[in-house]
């Protein structure tokens, strides 16, 4: 295990443990969550190694990668993700009508076949092998393991999305740098995260699905991650609520706290999540944020 001793985003030394969280998931092992007392984000703290997480992601009902619908919760995911990836393309749209795109976390890259197909020039970044080659063969898509490109140092993108992924990596800092070096200057930078502050997060408490440790080592809120974004000068310019990750969510969450799932008490808390949402602060279960680079730090490159 690796423990951080400072704040990923404010480098603050003054962090304090305030949960313990079972992996529901896959191996029931409990996990802690650190807070930053400086800037309140929140991490899994301690954290597998590099070379030990893969083996939290080792379950065939893992269903980022998976491809069979099987079973009730299978079938639930894979009709939100085709419903989503029109509602993806018209977010991006309202903003960038066309040009090159860079999925980071690409899985079996459905998405970005969806924005191929309508005149996208588009690339995926995808460590896992087999999702990887089934998007090369099936999509015959540009799939990179890390940020290589092939040596292409000059390259570019109008748009790079994260839809899921950033809570995941390894090294945050690492990746806000790779992602603002590839971004062009009035380029998009779209970011899709769980929101440890809306209401089913409250509601199911340690049960909830989306701490997800320790796959997910960063959990944000709508300020931390604000704090993020201006760490690395981008100006935050839309919030888009995810708003059927809130029955998705609350689907696993009740299964994780009884044993069994209730579709009828599912539809029950993802509509009172959203309403809350929709009264309070923004607060949905998942948020996408679009930003771009702060014009007066581009003045100054």
Not at 41 to 58: A, E, G, S, W
Not at 131 to 139: H, L
Request: charged share 25%; net charge positive.
């Amino acid at each position: 295990m690796e423990t951080l001793l400072k704040c990923p985003i404010c480098s603050s030394t003054n962090l304090e443990s305030v949960m313990q969280i079972p992996d529901h998931f896959l191996t029931n092992e409990i996990f802690s969550i650190s807070k930053c007392l400086q800037c309140g984000f929140l991490f899994t703290n301690p954290r597998p190694l590099k070379t030990d997480i893969p083996k939290y992601y080792q379950s065939e009902d893992y269903l980022s990668h998976k491809l069979k619908k099987l079973n009730i919760l299978s079938t639930v995911y894979y009709f939100a993700r085709n419903y989503s990836l029109s509602k993806k393309h018209s977010i991006i749209t309202k903003q960038k009508t066309t040009g090159s795109i860079l999925d980071i976390g690409s899985g079996t890259s459905e998405f970005l076949s969806y924005m191929k197909k309508r005149g996208w020039e588009a690339v995926g970044i995808e460590p896992l092998e087999y999702p990887r080659e089934f998007a090369k063969q099936k999509y015959s898509l540009d799939i990179y393991p890390d940020f290589d490109f092939d040596n292409k140092n000059d390259t570019t993108f109008d748009v790079i999305t994260l839809w899921h992924v950033l809570e995941h990596v390894e090294d945050l800092n690492l990746y806000m740098q790779k992602i603002s070096k590839l971004l062009k200057n009035d380029g998009l930078l779209v970011i899709a995260l769980p929101n440890h502050e809306s209401w089913d997060a409250k509601k199911f408490g340690t049960f909830w699905a989306a701490w997800d440790v320790p796959r997910h080592l960063y959990h944000f809120s709508q300020t931390t991650f604000h704090l993020l974004l201006k760490k690395y000068n981008f100006d935050l310019i839309s919030t888009v609520p995810l708003k059927m990750d809130s029955y998705y969510i609350s689907f696993l969450s009740q299964k994780y706290k009884s044993g069994s799932s209730s579709f009828f008490k599912t539809i029950i808390k993802g509509f009172l999540s959203n309403r809350d949402a929709k009264k309070s602060e923004n607060n949905y279960s998942s948020l996408i944020y679009l930003s771009k680079k702060k014009k007066k730090h581009l003045n100054r490159l």
